[in-house]
């Protein structure tokens, strides 16, 4: 079992950011894909953001393109996710997960990936 620590969440007003963080103090970056997911209540984990550790290279939602940004940085072991415009409806539970390299096409796909943190919470007002 590998932890994942995320933190960052909070309450903010309609286009507000906030910036979440996955510390991952066990890991050797450059092996894994880290991704960020949400889950609505009584809705599917759905995939928001991707970042493959050896390559840099990344995969959004269409619901989250050119508002949020994935990055990671490997001395301290974590990966950012900053979110700017942030609407009520990305009001959520928000998962850091990590899993070994994948087709970028499997990226946003919570079956993908082995390891999964506690969530934070993040509450977006009108």
């Known amino acids: 079992q590998l932890p994942l620590v995320e933190s960052g969440g909070g309450s903010v007003q309609g286009g507000g950011s906030l910036n979440l963080s996955c510390t991952a103090p066990?890991?050797?970056?450059?092996?894994?894909?880290m991704g960020w997911f949400r889950q609505r209540a009584g809705e599917e984990r759905e995939g928001v953001a991707s970042?493959?550790?050896?390559?840099?290279?990344?995969e959004y939602a269409d619901s989250v393109k050119g508002r949020f940004t994935i990055t990671l940085d490997n001395v301290k072991k974590t990966v950012f996710l900053q979110m700017n415009d942030l609407k009520p409806s990305d009001t959520t539970m928000y998962y850091c997960?990590?899993?070994?390299?994948?087709?970028?096409?499997?990226?946003?796909?919570?079956?993908?990936?082995?390891?999964w943190g506690q969530g934070t919470q993040v509450t977006v007002s009108s």
């Open positions: 066990g890991y050797t970056f450059s092996r894994y894909y």
């Open positions: 970042i493959a550790a050896s390559t840099g290279g990344t």
């Open positions: 997960a990590s899993a070994p390299p994948i087709a970028p096409a499997r990226a946003l796909q919570a079956s993908s990936y082995y390891y």
